[in-house]
Protein backbone atom coordinates (compact mmCIF):
# COMPACT_ATOMS: atom_id res chain seq x y z
CA UNK A 1 0.00 0.00 0.00
CA UNK A 2 1.37 3.67 -0.79
CA UNK A 3 1.98 6.09 1.83
CA UNK A 4 -0.74 8.45 2.50
CA UNK A 5 -2.86 6.14 0.84
CA UNK A 6 -6.82 6.04 2.29
CA UNK A 7 -7.50 3.15 4.57
CA UNK A 8 -10.67 1.40 3.93
CA UNK A 9 -12.95 3.23 6.88
CA UNK A 10 -12.01 6.47 5.18
CA UNK A 11 -12.61 5.39 1.53
CA UNK A 12 -16.06 4.04 2.33
CA UNK A 13 -16.56 7.63 4.34
CA UNK A 14 -17.95 5.52 8.01
CA UNK A 15 -16.19 7.05 10.74
CA UNK A 16 -14.54 4.41 12.87
CA UNK A 17 -16.05 2.98 15.85
CA UNK A 18 -14.91 2.82 19.14
CA UNK A 19 -16.22 0.29 21.22
CA UNK A 20 -17.06 1.71 24.46
CA UNK A 21 -18.10 -0.73 27.11
CA UNK A 22 -20.31 0.93 30.07
CA UNK A 23 -19.34 -1.36 33.77
CA UNK A 24 -15.76 -2.20 33.52
CA UNK A 25 -15.24 2.43 31.97
CA UNK A 26 -17.65 2.97 35.11
CA UNK A 27 -15.37 1.30 37.26
CA UNK A 28 -12.26 2.98 35.53
CA UNK A 29 -14.11 6.64 36.01
CA UNK A 30 -14.50 6.00 39.60
CA UNK A 31 -10.51 5.09 39.96
CA UNK A 32 -10.24 8.31 38.46
CA UNK A 33 -12.97 10.18 40.64
CA UNK A 34 -11.20 8.76 43.47
CA UNK A 35 -7.81 9.67 41.98
CA UNK A 36 -9.00 13.38 42.00
CA UNK A 37 -10.72 13.47 45.36
CA UNK A 38 -7.50 12.52 46.70
CA UNK A 39 -6.05 15.44 45.21
CA UNK A 40 -8.62 17.66 46.62
CA UNK A 41 -7.64 16.58 50.50
CA UNK A 42 -4.41 16.77 50.08
CA UNK A 43 -4.53 20.15 48.68
CA UNK A 44 -7.05 20.80 51.84
CA UNK A 45 -4.71 19.81 54.23
CA UNK A 46 -3.27 22.36 56.77
CA UNK A 47 -0.47 21.26 59.13
CA UNK A 48 -1.36 24.19 61.66
CA UNK A 49 -5.22 22.46 61.54
CA UNK A 50 -6.44 20.09 64.30
CA UNK A 51 -8.20 18.17 61.87
CA UNK A 52 -4.26 17.66 59.74
CA UNK A 53 -4.69 13.55 60.15
CA UNK A 54 -8.38 12.92 59.20
CA UNK A 55 -8.12 15.06 56.00
CA UNK A 56 -4.45 12.98 55.22
CA UNK A 57 -6.53 9.91 56.24
CA UNK A 58 -9.21 10.67 54.18
CA UNK A 59 -7.09 11.04 50.97
CA UNK A 60 -5.02 7.89 51.58
CA UNK A 61 -8.34 6.11 51.77
CA UNK A 62 -9.67 7.59 48.66
CA UNK A 63 -6.15 6.56 46.95
CA UNK A 64 -7.00 2.96 48.49
CA UNK A 65 -10.32 2.60 47.17
CA UNK A 66 -8.94 3.77 43.94
CA UNK A 67 -7.03 0.53 43.78
CA UNK A 68 -9.97 -1.42 44.47
CA UNK A 69 -11.77 -0.12 41.32
CA UNK A 70 -9.02 -0.42 38.99
CA UNK A 71 -8.50 -4.26 40.79
CA UNK A 72 -12.06 -4.97 39.75
CA UNK A 73 -12.32 -2.98 36.05
CA UNK A 74 -9.76 -5.34 34.64
CA UNK A 75 -11.53 -8.57 35.58
CA UNK A 76 -15.13 -7.18 35.26
CA UNK A 77 -13.90 -6.18 31.21
CA UNK A 78 -12.64 -9.60 31.29
CA UNK A 79 -15.17 -11.60 32.49
CA UNK A 80 -17.59 -10.25 30.41
CA UNK A 81 -15.43 -10.47 27.33
CA UNK A 82 -15.27 -6.66 27.46
CA UNK A 83 -11.68 -5.88 26.95
CA UNK A 84 -11.09 -3.09 24.37
CA UNK A 85 -8.09 -0.45 23.49
CA UNK A 86 -10.56 1.97 24.94
CA UNK A 87 -10.71 0.49 28.05
CA UNK A 88 -6.68 -0.08 28.11
CA UNK A 89 -6.00 3.56 27.28
CA UNK A 90 -8.73 5.16 29.34
CA UNK A 91 -7.24 3.07 32.57
CA UNK A 92 -3.68 4.27 32.11
CA UNK A 93 -4.77 7.76 32.07
CA UNK A 94 -6.52 7.11 35.15
CA UNK A 95 -3.86 5.34 36.94
CA UNK A 96 -1.51 8.17 36.20
CA UNK A 97 -3.84 10.27 38.06
CA UNK A 98 -4.59 8.20 40.88
CA UNK A 99 -1.10 6.19 41.69
CA UNK A 100 0.78 8.75 40.33
CA UNK A 101 0.19 12.39 40.86
CA UNK A 102 -1.72 11.78 44.20
CA UNK A 103 0.87 9.96 45.96
CA UNK A 104 3.87 12.03 44.77
CA UNK A 105 2.07 15.09 45.65
CA UNK A 106 0.86 13.25 48.94
CA UNK A 107 3.96 12.21 49.89
CA UNK A 108 6.10 15.57 48.93
CA UNK A 109 3.21 17.60 50.75
CA UNK A 110 3.43 15.74 54.03
CA UNK A 111 7.02 14.12 54.52
CA UNK A 112 9.38 14.81 51.52
CA UNK A 113 8.70 18.60 52.56
CA UNK A 114 9.80 17.98 56.12
CA UNK A 115 12.40 15.46 55.86
CA UNK A 116 14.37 18.17 52.86
CA UNK A 117 13.72 21.32 55.24
CA UNK A 118 16.96 23.01 53.62
CA UNK A 119 16.63 21.55 49.86
CA UNK A 120 12.87 21.13 49.31
CA UNK A 121 13.72 21.03 45.81
CA UNK A 122 15.61 17.88 45.97
CA UNK A 123 11.29 16.43 47.60
CA UNK A 124 10.02 17.67 44.91
CA UNK A 125 12.85 15.61 42.29
CA UNK A 126 11.72 12.41 44.44
CA UNK A 127 8.51 12.89 43.86
CA UNK A 128 8.82 13.85 40.00
CA UNK A 129 10.84 10.70 39.39
CA UNK A 130 8.56 8.61 41.14
CA UNK A 131 5.70 9.96 38.79
CA UNK A 132 8.15 9.77 35.52
CA UNK A 133 8.90 6.04 35.79
CA UNK A 134 5.02 5.18 36.52
CA UNK A 135 4.22 7.37 33.24
CA UNK A 136 7.05 5.26 31.44
CA UNK A 137 6.02 2.32 33.43
CA UNK A 138 2.04 2.93 32.14
CA UNK A 139 3.40 3.66 28.49
CA UNK A 140 5.46 0.38 28.24
CA UNK A 141 2.22 -1.98 29.52
CA UNK A 142 0.19 -0.30 26.41
CA UNK A 143 2.79 -1.03 24.19
CA UNK A 144 3.54 -4.28 25.06
CA UNK A 145 -0.14 -5.21 25.49
CA UNK A 146 -1.12 -3.89 22.39
CA UNK A 147 1.59 -6.44 20.11
CA UNK A 148 0.65 -8.61 22.06
CA UNK A 149 -2.98 -8.49 21.70
CA UNK A 150 -3.67 -8.17 25.94
CA UNK A 151 -2.05 -7.52 29.10
CA UNK A 152 -0.76 -11.22 29.55
CA UNK A 153 -0.92 -13.24 32.69
CA UNK A 154 2.50 -11.34 33.94
CA UNK A 155 3.43 -7.60 34.34
CA UNK A 156 6.91 -6.49 33.78
CA UNK A 157 7.79 -4.00 36.74
CA UNK A 158 6.07 -3.44 39.30
CA UNK A 159 2.64 -2.41 38.64
CA UNK A 160 2.06 1.68 39.43
CA UNK A 161 -1.39 0.71 41.45
CA UNK A 162 1.17 -1.84 44.23
CA UNK A 163 3.60 1.06 44.11
CA UNK A 164 0.82 3.52 45.09
CA UNK A 165 -1.10 1.33 47.41
CA UNK A 166 2.79 0.70 49.31
CA UNK A 167 3.43 4.49 49.65
CA UNK A 168 -0.44 5.14 50.56
CA UNK A 169 -0.09 2.50 53.40
CA UNK A 170 3.44 3.15 55.03
CA UNK A 171 1.98 7.07 54.96
CA UNK A 172 -0.73 5.25 57.00
CA UNK A 173 1.60 3.90 59.09
CA UNK A 174 3.75 6.82 59.61
CA UNK A 175 0.79 9.05 60.83
CA UNK A 176 -0.30 6.55 63.59
CA UNK A 177 3.48 6.53 64.15
CA UNK A 178 3.50 10.55 64.55
CA UNK A 179 -0.12 9.93 66.26
CA UNK A 180 1.42 8.06 69.49
CA UNK A 181 4.17 10.63 69.70
CA UNK A 182 7.19 8.03 68.79
CA UNK A 183 10.58 8.66 67.78
CA UNK A 184 11.18 9.18 64.12
CA UNK A 185 14.58 9.63 64.25
CA UNK A 186 16.16 8.44 61.21
CA UNK A 187 13.21 6.64 60.50
CA UNK A 188 12.06 9.58 58.65
CA UNK A 189 14.51 9.21 55.60
CA UNK A 190 12.99 5.36 54.84
CA UNK A 191 9.74 6.71 52.50
CA UNK A 192 12.07 8.74 50.66
CA UNK A 193 14.61 5.77 49.69
CA UNK A 194 11.59 3.38 49.84
CA UNK A 195 10.02 6.10 46.61
CA UNK A 196 13.14 5.71 44.60
CA UNK A 197 13.47 2.43 45.11
CA UNK A 198 9.52 1.49 43.72
CA UNK A 199 10.70 4.14 40.68
CA UNK A 200 13.25 2.08 39.74
CA UNK A 201 11.09 -0.99 40.07
CA UNK A 202 8.33 0.18 38.28
CA UNK A 203 10.42 0.61 35.32
CA UNK A 204 12.82 -2.35 35.83
CA UNK A 205 12.40 -5.93 33.79
CA UNK A 206 11.12 -8.15 37.09
CA UNK A 207 8.14 -9.86 36.40
CA UNK A 208 4.86 -9.89 38.59
CA UNK A 209 1.77 -12.26 38.55
CA UNK A 210 -1.12 -10.62 37.42
CA UNK A 211 -3.44 -12.46 38.77
CA UNK A 212 -5.60 -12.87 35.97
CA UNK A 213 -6.88 -16.24 36.06
CA UNK A 214 -7.63 -16.71 39.63
CA UNK A 215 -9.43 -20.12 39.57
CA UNK A 216 -13.12 -18.96 40.76
CA UNK A 217 -14.57 -22.16 40.68
CA UNK A 218 -16.61 -22.69 44.01
CA UNK A 219 -15.34 -26.45 44.08
CA UNK A 220 -11.65 -25.05 44.20
CA UNK A 221 -12.35 -22.14 46.59
CA UNK A 222 -14.98 -22.70 49.10
CA UNK A 223 -12.69 -22.78 51.88
CA UNK A 224 -10.13 -19.62 50.64
CA UNK A 225 -13.84 -17.96 50.37
CA UNK A 226 -15.16 -18.59 53.75
CA UNK A 227 -11.37 -17.50 55.34
CA UNK A 228 -11.33 -14.39 52.82
CA UNK A 229 -14.63 -13.23 54.29
CA UNK A 230 -13.96 -13.95 57.55
CA UNK A 231 -11.14 -11.72 56.98
CA UNK A 232 -12.31 -9.08 55.37
CA UNK A 233 -15.06 -9.04 58.60
CA UNK A 234 -11.56 -8.61 60.71
CA UNK A 235 -10.20 -5.91 58.86
CA UNK A 236 -13.49 -3.71 58.78
CA UNK A 237 -14.23 -4.27 62.06
CA UNK A 238 -11.00 -3.42 63.67
CA UNK A 239 -9.32 -1.14 60.79
CA UNK A 240 -8.25 1.21 62.83
CA UNK A 241 -6.19 -0.81 65.35
CA UNK A 242 -4.76 -3.25 61.95
CA UNK A 243 -4.92 -1.28 58.84
CA UNK A 244 -1.64 0.81 59.63
CA UNK A 245 -0.12 -2.26 59.99
CA UNK A 246 -1.85 -4.93 57.40
CA UNK A 247 -2.21 -3.35 54.27
CA UNK A 248 2.32 -2.26 54.37
CA UNK A 249 2.84 -5.86 55.12
CA UNK A 250 0.56 -6.84 51.77
CA UNK A 251 1.82 -4.75 49.56
CA UNK A 252 5.69 -5.15 50.47
CA UNK A 253 5.00 -9.04 50.30
CA UNK A 254 3.70 -8.12 46.81
CA UNK A 255 6.75 -6.28 45.76
CA UNK A 256 9.33 -8.73 47.74
CA UNK A 257 7.65 -11.74 45.66
CA UNK A 258 8.75 -10.44 42.21
CA UNK A 259 12.69 -11.65 43.29
CA UNK A 260 11.52 -14.98 45.06
CA UNK A 261 8.61 -15.57 42.36
CA UNK A 262 11.81 -17.12 39.74
CA UNK A 263 13.60 -19.48 42.59
CA UNK A 264 10.11 -20.91 43.73
CA UNK A 265 9.27 -24.69 42.79
CA UNK A 266 6.97 -24.21 39.79
CA UNK A 267 4.31 -26.29 41.83
CA UNK A 268 3.93 -23.96 44.43
CA UNK A 269 3.94 -20.99 42.28
CA UNK A 270 0.76 -22.38 40.53
CA UNK A 271 -0.51 -22.93 44.22
CA UNK A 272 0.00 -19.06 45.42
CA UNK A 273 -0.97 -17.32 41.64
CA UNK A 274 -3.81 -20.18 40.86
CA UNK A 275 -3.72 -20.29 37.41
CA UNK A 276 -7.03 -21.97 35.78
CA UNK A 277 -5.88 -24.84 33.57
CA UNK A 278 -9.16 -26.46 33.63
CA UNK A 279 -10.34 -25.35 30.56
CA UNK A 280 -6.79 -26.54 29.15
CA UNK A 281 -6.98 -29.82 30.57
CA UNK A 282 -10.33 -30.19 29.76
CA UNK A 283 -10.01 -29.66 26.23
CA UNK A 284 -6.97 -31.73 26.30
CA UNK A 285 -9.13 -34.91 27.98
CA UNK A 286 -11.92 -33.76 24.98
Same mark, same amino acid.
Given at each position: ????????A???????? #???????? @?????????G??A %?T??V???????N??H?????????? @???I?? @?LD??V????????????EF??L?????? !???PA?L?Q??VL???F????????A???I? %????A??L?R?N?LA?Q??????E? %????I?????L?A?????L???DE?????GH??? @??????L?L???M #???V???A????D?????T???????? %?M??????????????????I????L?? !??????MP??I????E?????E??S????
Open positions: MAAGAPSNESSGETPK #VRIYLLPN @LLTAGNLFCFL %LKIEADLNNPFHVIRTALLFIL @LACCD @LGRARMGGCESPFGRDSADLISF !GVAFVRIKDVVKYPEVGWIASY %LICGLRAFCAAGGGGKF %LGFPPAAAGVSLTLFLWWKDFATWRY @LLPVIMFSVM #VSEKYPFKSIWHTKRFTKMVVTI %LIGAVIILRKLILPFVLPVFTAYLY !GFIRPRGRRHEIEEDDDEDEAEA
